[in-house]
């Protein structure tokens, strides 16, 4: 199985122990390939819309975007993983999300992203993951993936890994490898009812 994540930051922080425990089940027989935000996408989308009516590789930003791109059509797995900022995903995850929009169902789907699974790992300051979930969970939707699985963090002990106790880390790596186990065997993907509304 092919396994794609998006990191939304590119500091080793609580994000990246919580991703880096999701994929410790699934490292073995798997390949695993990864973006790092914003470094792999430096560039706000300008709204030129020449992605729309032309050609998204003539975007001014396809040497960032169209590997990633590319990745995303090869991967089984898609693993979204962030922290939240300001109760929302961070700026550097939006952008890319802006850059990806000429691929929505209403524009110019792609008939490979109806066969993908995707799942959305954050982490916050005590405040709720759910609003920034979303801002992927619905991209992920109108790109055509139905299944979409969330799992959030509110770390109100502190910002630094190390000096989160024992016990909330132990929770962190339990729950997420719990998650990571549904994905171990590559299962066959249907459409969920809100993909096949919106592509009618």
């Known amino acids: 199985m092919k396994i794609l994540v998006i990191n939304g930051t590119q500091i080793k922080g609580c994000t990246y122990h919580l991703k880096e425990s999701f994929l410790e089940t699934l490292r073995e027989n798997n390949e695993i390939n990864e973006f790092y935000l914003p470094k792999d996408c430096p560039c706000f989308c ?13 975007c001014p930003h396809a040497k960032h975007i169209t590997p990633i791109w590319e990745g995303i059509l090869e991967a089984d797995l898609l693993v979204f993983a962030y922290p939240v900022y300001a109760l929302r995903a961070p700026g550097q995850m939006k952008s890319l999300l802006d850059h990806l929009c000429c691929h929505w169902m209403v524009h110019r789907p792609d008939k ?6 995707a799942v959305i ?9 759910r609003a920034a979930q979303k801002d992927v969970e ?40 719990n998650l990571a186990k549904k994905y171990c065997k590559q299962e066959k993907v249907g459409q969920s009812l809100k993909v096949k509304i919106i592509l009618l």
């Open 46 to 58: 300008c709204g030129c819309k020449t992605c729309f009516v032309k050609s998204e590789l003539l």
């Open 112 to 117: 490979r992203m109806f066969k993908k699974r």
């Open 121 to 129: 790992l954050t982490q916050s300051i005590g405040a709720p993951n």
């Open 138 to 177: 619905t991209s992920l939707t109108w790109l055509g993936v139905s299944n979409i699985k969330k799992l959030g963090f509110g770390l109100i002990e502190g910002v630094i890994w190390e000096e989160l106790s024992e016990k909330c880390r132990k929770n962190i790596e339990e729950k997420t490898k």
